[in-house]
Nanobody, 123 residues
Framework: QRHLVQSGGGLVQAGGSLSLSCAAP?????ITWFRQAPGEERKFVGA????????MYADAVKGRFSISRDNAENTVYLRMTNLKPEDTAVYYC???????????????????WGQGTQVTVSS
């Protein structure tokens, strides 16, 4: 079910910044970012509504990560700043029709997924 195309990521030193992008074949409403660190389950990072006016973030990234979107380009961005080694993970974007914060972290509610992008933060 990989209908979203991700790009970006890579290796960065602690305190650095990286951006990820997530492209969809057509305008899709809510986009959410998840991440999975080695040996751990995939976890919620943040989400953005279809018009970009609403967003939410996990406590672990609040104030450091931001999500934005360019609907003309059907692309959503995850901007990561002040990166820490514990941010090292494979990052995934996911899409579903409705932005609903209450269930944003429930992976079962997402219809489309990106292929995953590795982000590695060295100390």
């Amino acid at each position: 079910q990989r209908h979203l195309v991700q790009s970006g990521g890579g290796l960065v030193q602690a305190g650095g910044s990286l951006s990820l992008s997530c492209a969809a074949p057509a305008r899709i409403s809510a986009i959410t970012w998840f991440r999975q660190a080695p040996g751990e389950e995939r976890k919620f990072v943040g989400a953005i509504s279809g018009n970009g006016e609403q967003s939410m973030y996990a406590d672990a990234v609040k104030g450091r990560f931001s999500i934005s979107r360019d609907n003309a380009e059907n692309t959503v961005y995850l901007r990561m700043t002040n990166l820490k080694p514990e941010d090292t993970a494979v990052y995934y974007c996911a899409a579903r029709p409705i932005y609903y914060p209450r269930t944003a972290s429930d992976q079962r509610t997402y219809d489309f997924w990106g292929q995953g992008t590795q982000v590695t933060v060295s100390s």
